[in-house]
């Protein structure tokens, strides 16, 4: 059974910086994997903000976040980073972490297979 719990969501003043992790159980680690990030503001569509192929290391951002955010993988833990800098107001929102077999990483939800349960990001002074 696979699961995806993340963490280090919270409140930060803008210009601020938060790390998200995820941590995965049950994905094999010897297969090529999607894993990355999705956010879904109140009234908004879930949107695609960060993945990267775990067997190629090729990361991919969506253009609002670019330069801002880093992510990350540890294969040996199976787990996912996303840095997050220079945070404003527009990047409130819950965060999902999510992953499935794949090689190469699309940004609709509909692509993934598993997902966590999200962590708040709160940006307001």
């Known amino acids: 059974q696979v699961q995806l719990a993340e963490s280090g969501g919270g409140s930060v003043q803008p210009g601020g910086s938060l790390t998200l992790s995820c941590g995965a159980s049950?994905?094999?680690?010897?297969?090529?994997?999607?894993m990355g990030w999705f956010r879904q503001a109140p009234g908004k569509e879930r949107e695609g903000v960060a993945f990267?192929?775990?067997?190629?290391?090729?990361?991919e951002y969506t253009s609002s976040v670019k330069g801002r955010f880093t992510i990350s993988h540890d294969n040996a833990k199976n787990a996912v980073y996303l840095q997050m800098n220079s945070l404003k107001s527009e990047d409130t929102a819950m965060y999902y972490c999510?992953?499935?077999?794949?090689?190469?990483?699309?940004?609709?939800?509909?692509?993934?297979?598993?997902w966590g349960q999200g962590t708040q990001v709160t940006v307001s002074s």
């Open positions: 999510a992953a499935f077999y794949a090689t190469s990483c699309p940004f609709r939800p509909s692509a993934y297979t598993y």
């Open positions: 049950g994905l094999t680690t010897d297969r090529s994997k999607c």
């Open positions: 990267i192929v775990t067997g190629a290391g090729r990361k």
